[in-house]
């Protein structure tokens, strides 16, 4: 559906992107993560066509956006950061007025009526955009995003400013339009991200640092595996068997949950479920629990970006 291939941009001295490469396929929804000034913004006004790229090509279902402009943004609806609502209009008068610049060719009453039921402001379709709350505007400009029934929304931070309900209103509103949209979705909001996006690309200083299904960037078989684990038996004993089973390189020892039962979190290179379970046989410990404790994207970004400026900051230091 979306082909983003060899992306580069530089402002001035700064190069903003960097040989940048990805794709999305029909109906997924993308979440775009990355540091302030990571290249987030600079890569979707390209998508939309706000900005050229110095070299590299964006396809959006197989049309060329330097080739065909006028047809690719027509597939598009974009809801930048800031909504860009006219504030002394009523939400009805806007639409329409947005309906027309974007010269959509449907049935303009029946088309904003459909919308404004699907994002949930039928019933402040008459009042005037400044009277409403944020969360009310903030649907106001995803609604002008969907006229025109685009195939691709791109939503830049759609949840900025807004309170813990209004947060989760617009995020259950995002995966209803996931189902018949294909959705790029950059937030900051790590949480939101994983709750809501099937794939996720983190970019840092301009470049792709890592890509793929959310799934296998928060599964339990990452590159470290780790383990909740409570054990019957005296504490020395199991943190000693526990530290000698193949493959665990770190056992964190909790403290005691219950008389003579500790609980420890493991650390280890593989999985070694079965290999503990087997050695606490042989020594007669009594393992109440164990189960594997999830990795976050926000441990998985965090790993990832400082890992990338940890390395940069190696490179500085050998020049």
């Known amino acids: 559906m979306i082909k983003v291939k060899n992306l580069s941009k530089t402002y001035v001295k700064n190069k ?3 040989n940048v490469s990805f794709s999305i396929s029909e109906g997924e929804i993308l979440g775009f993560l990355g540091p302030n000034g ?9 998508i939309t066509g706000y900005l050229s790229s110095d070299s590299g090509s964006v396809e959006i279902n197989g049309k060329d956006i330097m080739e065909e402009p006028a047809a690719v943004k027509k597939m598009i609806g974009y809801l930048p950061e800031q909504p860009p609502l006219y504030n002394d209009m009523t939400v ?4 329409e007025f947005m309906f027309k610049l974007k010269k959509v060719r449907l049935p303009m009453k029946e088309h904003i009526s459909k919308i404004c039921e699907d994002v949930k402001i039928s019933d402040v379709r008459n009042r005037i955009i400044k ?5 009310y505007r903030q649907r106001v400009g995803l609604a002008q995003a969907l006229l025109g029934d685009p ?4 939503l830049d931070e759609p949840t900025v400013g807004l309170d813990p309900e209004q947060i989760i209103e617009i995020r259950r509103l995002i995966r209803d339009l996931g189902k ?5 979705l950059s937030s900051h909001l790590l949480s939101e991200v994983q709750a809501v996006c099937d794939k996720i690309i983190i970019i840092n200083h301009g470049k792709i640092a890592a890509q793929g299904l959310t799934s296998d960037m928060t599964h339990t078989g990452s590159a470290t595996h780790r383990l909740d684990i409570i054990v019957e038996g005296r504490r020395q004993t199991v943190h000693s068997l526990l530290s000698k089973v193949d493959g665990v390189v770190a056992v964190n020892d909790i403290g005691e949950c219950e008389k003579g039962c500790f609980e420890f979190t493991v650390e280890s290179s593989r999985d070694v479920r079965r290999l503990i379970f087997r050695a606490a046989a042989k020594t007669d410990l009594c ?10 994207l926000e441990d998985t970004y965090l790993s990832i970006i400082t890992g990338k400026a940890e390395e940069e900051n ?3 230091s050998d020049i």
């Open 38 to 46: 990571a290249g987030k913004s600079t890569t979707m006004n390209i």
């Open 131 to 135: 009277n409403l709350s944020k969360g």
């Open 151 to 154: 195939k691709v929304l791109i």
């Open 314 to 316: 190696n490179n500085v």
């Open 92 to 95: 009805e008068k806007y639409l």
């Open 180 to 184: 018949d949209h294909t959705i790029i």
């Open 287 to 296: 393992i109440l629990s164990m189960k594997p404790v999830a990795v976050s």
């Open 16 to 18: 903003a992107l960097d």
